[in-house]
């Protein structure tokens, strides 16, 4: 996935660890995202970020918080992580919320949490 | 009700079939359309993009939107093993909204 990675990208946690995620851009693309993908439910937005330091919630952003503190990292963690929130996790970037050119999406990670 | 509804499938073809892979959607303010595809163990990539109604054609793919029924379609020609991946629609106003996707898979 040219220009966006995802790390780790893999990983086994156990319940009620902190739990940080990183997706890394080189792009230069203003907005960046963080989504969940479970079966049934397929991708669900958790956060999305629109500038440095400029972050808004998403539909399932209990239990989760993030940070961007430069236009090329953006980092999700999990408080304290639940067996709940066992899922594969997608950063995505834009230029334009999506509207014009659509989201790239990195390769996920694949959180167990046990 | 979920605002963009796909069904899951899974849909099984032979090579060469046509493929139609639909969604509905329940916001009549969606304008931006698009479809994705998504390899197994890989991050959705952007396949077909629609600005409101009508139909746009790339390649062997061909994507509609017809905004009266709340109603996008992706069609396949000539479908290839190398198709077989979950397709997710998307569409938005502001907000991006995904569906569930339909998982495809195209025998030899």
């Known amino acids: 996935d040219a220009g966006i990675t995802q790390s780790p990208r893999h990983k086994v946690t156990e319940t009620g660890t902190p739990v940080t995620l990183r997706c890394h851009q080189t792009e230069n693309h203003r907005y960046m995202y963080w989504y969940r993908q479970d079966p049934g439910h397929g991708l669900r937005l958790i956060h999305y970020s629109y500038g440095v330091k400029d972050t808004d919630k998403g539909e399932v952003s209990d239990g989760y918080s993030v940070s961007r503190s430069k236009t090329e990292d953006f980092l999700l963690t999990l408080e304290s992580a639940t067996s709940s929130q066992t899922s594969v996790y997608f950063c995505?970037?834009?230029?334009?919320?999506?509207?014009?050119?659509?989201?790239?999406f990195g390769s996920g990670t694949r959180l167990t949490v046990v | 009700q979920k605002e963009v509804e796909q069904d899951p499938g899974p849909l099984s073809v032979p090579e060469g079939a046509i493929v139609s892979l639909n969604c509905t959607y329940s916001n009549s303010a969606f304008q931006y359309f698009m479809w994705y595809r998504q390899y197994s163990r890989k991050g959705p990539e952007l396949l077909m993009y629609t600005y409101s109604s009508g139909n746009k054609e790339d390649g062997r793919f061909t994507a509609q939107v017809d905004k009266s029924s709340k109603y996008i379609s992706l069609f396949i020609r000539d479908s290839q093993p190398s198709d077989s991946a979950t397709y997710l629609c998307?569409?938005?106003?502001?907000?991006?909204?995904f569906g569930a996707g339909t998982r495809l898979t195209v025998k030899p």
């Open positions: 998307a569409m938005s106003e502001n907000d991006m909204r």
């Open positions: 995505a970037i834009s230029q334009d919320r999506g509207l014009n050119y659509g989201y790239t």
